[in-house]
């Protein structure tokens, strides 16, 4: 049995996804990020950073959302949602895998200056605009990939789209979505996919916004 260590909407729903895209089942054994559950240290002793994803597969205990999903991408090849050594996409691949750790930081810390900062008095209106900014700068760089393909490789539907593609539905509560029609689009590709929709319905709640939209300026 596969067990997964969750958040609602959080990074580890990427692993969710791909488990769901593979037609893996697996335990989901969810946690709140406010009642200390994930200090707690049976929790600690899978994943030592105290967050998730983490995931007992194999044998093995794994940790880091993009590393568990290189690792089951090669271990079930026969799904073909990763590229291996040697096929011409792989270089392309792995940036988008890793690049999701770009743009998913940037979210963090507008996480943390909106969301996990009660005090308003405590939040730096020049952080989060520079903030906001950078998160729109890695929101063009997917832009202009996706404006002549549906997928982020040519290849098709990947890995790297679950990586990236999850990062999308906490963008928008940061950068407003207008300027980006390619995106756009492919958000609608992405919540079209059956694997999605079943992945959507086994992730729990997410309790992290309160708003639709929080604006950099806000106090």
């Not at 792995?94 to 750790?101: G, K, N, T």
């Not at 393909?149 to 950068?175: H, I, T």
């Not at 492919?186 to 694997?195: Q, T």
Request: include cysteine; glycine fraction near 6%; hydrophobic fraction near 45%.
């Amino acid at each position: 049995m596969i067990t997964l260590h969750h958040v609602p909407f959080s990074r580890s729903f990427r692993v969710l996804w791909l488990l769901t895209e593979m037609g893996q089942d697996c335990e989901i054994r969810s946690y709140d990020i406010a009642d200390g559950s994930l200090r707690d240290p049976a929790f600690l002793a899978k994943s030592p950073a105290g967050r998730v994803p983490a995931l007992e597969v194999d044998g093995k205990v794994l940790f880091e959302s993009g590393a568990i999903v290189e690792y089951l991408c090669e271990t079930r090849p026969e799904h073909g949602f990763g590229r291996a050594p040697g096929e011409a996409e792989r270089a392309e691949y792995l940036m988008w895998v890793h690049f999701a750790e770009t743009m998913a930081h940037v979210i963090a810390n507008l996480n943390l200056q909106h969301i996990f900062l009660r005090d308003p008095a405590m939040r730096s209106p020049t952080v989060l605009k520079i903030e906001a900014r950078r998160l729109a700068g890695t929101m063009q760089v997917m832009e202009q990939a996706l404006a002549d393909r549906d997928w982020l490789l040519p290849g098709g539907f990947s890995a790297a789209d679950m990586m990236m593609g999850f990062n999308l539905f906490s963008a928008p509560y940061y950068v407003k979505m207008e300027p980006f029609p390619a995106l756009r689009a492919y958000m609608a590709r992405v919540e079209a996919r059956e694997g999605y929709q079943a992945a959507r319905a086994l992730d729990g709640e997410q309790r992290f916004y309160a708003k639709p939209f929080y604006p950099f300026d806000a106090t």
